[in-house]
């Protein structure tokens, strides 16, 4: 392309040619976005997208993920009715199989959460499976389960239907232009460069597939992925093939089958992935394919062919191989960049980009024009990456093992094996010399369970008690009835300071922060439509100081949402302090005798009541006490400079023996908080629950002046009267089950709401959960007390208990004692 050609300006420019550009440009069309200029460096689908397998499956891990794909499904096959360019849709259904007790097991939660979200779905036995794909050896198969309304499509045409949907509607397409730089005001995006000149613009998505990190980089944002071979081979010819066989996913041979065109198409997710472009991908890459390594493929192909045995006696026309990016997490890459303005990002998609292009295209756009998100997407949020993930050797590590997850055994509470030990808090050797069994989040090795001596300190997987449940219930019941200590260190703390941090933080907070220096505020963030975005404490440290508290893993996104929402004219500076205080929280009825044997501090209700600091000591050691409670019991959060906190945690534990002091897990945390029915941000509330929603309406000081962000949207829905949906705690009648998430409840046989977390209540004495329950005509008091309830996790159902107050100390007198 020539500079002529090129335009000056556009309201939106859209980098990247793939299904991922081509969908967010047709979508932002479709909204009636004009001035739309989709820039490509080569051709439309000459990256990742031309090559894909083009299954459509609806049966994803997460809601967001499974609209998204339902999404793509009804898209697609309406595409070339409205575009004329065909698509190679067919609703050819897709069947997955268990060829294990344990896979059976997660293919029956996995399909009753998709029912809950509308995607049809049954079980079906191996003779079935035979009848509706007759080639398949079926002799090792526990189980199928098959998903009628799935499909395929080709991928290149996709791409090509989206851009000719685009262009009608006035986007600007151009091949071969490639953009060298995100031009920004500030932190604001106004336009690109390319090869051929720049052009401004209101908004820049940056949709650039496996060359992502390196866009990323250029643009100042973190964007972690890594292109890594993918494989499939292409059958010669069998007779009698047609197109509507369904798609065969094969997990316990890490394979997936179609028919193509007469022949079979046989995919492989392997457990050992091999990165490629580790030194970054060739300039002129363009419809390329990577030369197979068939030595190292030999055994899944062996493997994957098992299941087609036809295969074993059918030449292979093609093994092809493919790059596709895949993430740390194995999760999409979406949403506005942090700390920046108008940039947007959708790429990483992990081998899924095909069957979510649709709806994630038409999430981004929808999200550009509205300013704010149109579903819960946390989970493939660009802001839950913090810039270790971002780091090479980081990323490269955990490609080998992240392209081989998809098809391998979802365990409940599963560790990663690679890239482990970034973040160690300083008690990190103390901690594992006590037992702790490490797991992974937001980077840090935290403690999840404590062993006991004669115990290896790692998780034997399973659907139901982990072999830590016992562990679990002597921790819980300690805390409930002694005292606990809980390595926490890993908590974002941010400081907020300077002259206006009091204003800001009451604009952006639902609580009144214009408190008393040493008190103690929780509080939510919400955005406009009255949604949570952040959970968190606040504490006054000074008049213009405070010390914010929040989840590790949301680091990133409260402290990018703090900067975002501070006016351009304010005095008010974030400081991340995260490695400048190791945390330790003690918790239980005998925290205040524990405490006062090794602090002069009077720790009395008289002097240090809830929900307030002082600074203490502790030894020849300094820290700031918090009195606050996460377990519904009476304690303190202990903040100590962490060149400190050896010492401090000495003195504690040598204490700590007179009082019956144990070392809990963040496992523990969790039973405990959910026996109290205590809320975690992105488990039981996030962007599209609001603060009422979520029970959280207490936080809310309605009349501090200037309000807060949320504020109208919230009174206009408690203007409204009752509300539709609550946050209810549940407890189940048999003390057996566990629980996960996702699973669908059921009040009166009718379907209300699904469960968003769960643990084991062990003072209670069962599972215990949170989740939504939904009804037109409103969730009173009495709709919840009169209905009876129950609870389906496979093909099981389980009675259950409601309330909309804890079940456990429900008048909280235990954290005030
Ligand atoms: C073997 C194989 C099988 C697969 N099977 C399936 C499947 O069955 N189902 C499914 O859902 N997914 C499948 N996938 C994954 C799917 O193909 C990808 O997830 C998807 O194509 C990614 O789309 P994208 O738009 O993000 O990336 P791409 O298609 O790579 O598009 C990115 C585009 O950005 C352009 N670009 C990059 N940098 C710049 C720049 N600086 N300026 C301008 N343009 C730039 C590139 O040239 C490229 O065209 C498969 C992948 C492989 C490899």
Redesign the pocket.
């Known amino acids: 392309m020539s500079e002529k050609t090129l335009p000056k300006r556009a309201r939106a420019v859209v980098?990247?040619?793939?299904?991922?550009?081509c969908s967010t440009a047709y979508h932002l069309a479709k909204l009636g976005w004009e001035d739309v200029v989709l820039?490509?460096?080569?051709q439309?689908?000459?990256?990742?997208?031309w090559?894909?397998?083009?299954?459509?499956t609806t049966l994803r891990d997460t809601e967001a993920q499974t609209r998204m794909a339902q999404y793509s499904l009804q898209l697609y096959s309406e595409l070339e009715a409205e575009t004329g360019q065909a698509t190679g849709f067919i609703n050819c259904g897709s069947l997955q199989m268990a060829a294990s007790l344990e896979k059976a097991e997660e293919m029956r939660r996995g399909c009753a959460m998709a029912r809950t979200f509308g995607v049809e779905n049954r079980e079906v036995t191996p003779a079935e499976v035979k009848e509706l794909f007759p080639l398949a050896y079926v002799d090792d198969l526990v189980a199928g389960f098959y998903f009628p309304d799935d499909g395929r499509v080709n991928?290149a045409d996709v791409a090509q239907a989206l851009a000719k949907g685009a262009r009608k509607r006035g986007v600007n397409i151009i091949e071969n232009?490639?953009?060298?730089e995100v031009l920004f005001a500030g932190e604001r995006a106004v336009g690109v460069q390319t090869e051929n000149g720049d052009i401004t613009a209101e908004v820049v998505i940056l949709?650039?597939?496996?060359?992502g990190r390196e866009?990323g980089l250029s643009a100042g944002v973190d964007i972690p992925l890594q292109a890594a071979e993918?494989?499939?081979l292409i059958s010669e010819p069998i007779e009698g093939l047609h197109n509507n066989l369904p798609i065969l996913r094969d997990p316990g041979r890490a394979a997936y089958a179609r028919e193509e065109a007469g022949k079979i198409l046989l995919?492989f997710f392997e457990p050992v992935a091999a990165p490629w472009g580790v030194d970054g991908i060739p300039d002129n890459f363009c419809f390329d394919e990577i030369q197979p390594d068939w030595e190292r493929m030999e055994p899944h192909l062996e493997r994957g062919m098992g299941r087609l045995p036809i295969l074993l006696d059918t030449g292979i026309r093609q093994l092809?191989c493919?790059?596709?990016s895949f993430t740390p997490d194995h999760n999409y890459l979406m949403g506005r960049a942090p700390f920046k303005e108008n940039l947007y990002i959708?790429?990483g998609?992990?081998?899924?980009?095909?069957?979510?292009?649709g709806g994630a295209g038409n999430v981004m756009a929808q999200w550009i024009n509205d300013g704010i998100q149109p579903m819960d997407i946390w989970d493939v949020d660009i802001r839950r990456i913090q810039p270790f993930h971002n780091n090479k050797s980081f990323v490269v590590d955990r490609i080998y093992e992240s392209l081989g997850i998809a098809y391998q055994m979802h365990w409940p509470n599963r560790q990663w094996d690679s890239a482990r030990n970034v973040k160690q808090s300083i008690l990190h050797d103390r901690l594992a010399a006590a037992g702790a069994c490490f797991g992974e989040s937001a980077g840090w090795e935290r403690p999840n369970w404590y062993a006991l001596t004669e115990q290896k300190a790692e998780y034997e997987y399973d659907f139901g008690r982990q072999n830590w449940f016992d562990n679990n219930r002597a921790e819980h019941m300690a805390v409930r009835e002694a005292v606990g200590v809980f390595e926490q260190s890993s908590f974002t703390k941010l400081l907020i300071q300077g002259r206006d941090a009091c204003s800001v933080l009451n604009q952006i907070a639902t609580a009144e922060i214009d408190v008393m220096i040493g008190n103690v505020v929780y509080t939510q963030f919400l955005n406009r439509r009255g949604g949570v975005e952040a959970d968190l404490t606040i504490t006054r440290l000074a008049q213009d100081c405070y010390l914010l508290v929040t989840a590790a893993f949301t680091q990133i996104h409260v402290h990018a949402w703090i900067h975002e929402n501070i006016p351009v004219d304010a005095f008010c500076l974030v400081t991340d302090v995260t490695g400048s205080y190791a945390m330790l929280s003690v918790q239980g009825p005998n925290s205040r005798a524990l405490l006062s044997s090794i602090s002069s501090t009077d720790f009395s209700n008289t002097n240090f009541p809830f929900g307030t600091m002082k600074n203490i000591e502790i030894g020849y050691q300094n820290a700031m006490a918090i009195r606050l409670s996460y377990t519904g019991e009476l304690g303190w959060e202990l903040y100590v400079p962490t060149e400190m906190a050896l010492p401090v945690y000495d003195q504690l534990i040598a204490a700590g023996k007179e009082h019956g002091l144990k070392h809990c897990g963040y496992h523990t945390l969790n039973t405990l908080r959910i026996e109290k029915a205590y809320r975690e941000w992105a488990h039981d509330m996030g962007p599209l629950e609001t603060l009422l929603e979520a029970g959280l309406g207490f936080t809310a000081a309605w009349d501090k002046a200037g309000g807060f962000i949320g504020r109208d949207a919230l009174v206009a829905q408690r203007d409204a009267g009752v509300l539709k949906r609550r946050l209810v705690q549940f407890l189940l009648d048999d003390p057996e089950p566990i629980l996960a998430r996702n699973e669908s409840i059921l009040r009166e046989g009718e379907r209300v709401g699904y469960t968003m977390s769960s643990g084991y209540a062990h003072t209670l004495g069962a599972c215990a959960a949170l989740g939504y329950v939904n009804h037109d005509e409103g969730v009173t008091p009495e709709f919840i007390t009169q209905g009876r309830y129950t609870i389906e996790q496979a093909n099981r159902s389980y009675t259950a208990r409601a309330s909309l107050m804890p079940m456990y100390d429900p008048k909280s007198i235990r954290t005030r004692s």
């Open positions: 980098v990247g040619g793939g299904v991922i550009g820039l490509e460096r080569k439309i689908s000459c990256g990742t997208t090559h894909a397998a083009g299954l459509i991928p232009c490639k953009v060298t949709c650039p597939g496996m060359w866009v993918h494989y499939y995919g092809f493919g790059p596709e959708a790429c998609f992990n081998s899924l980009g095909i069957l979510s292009g």
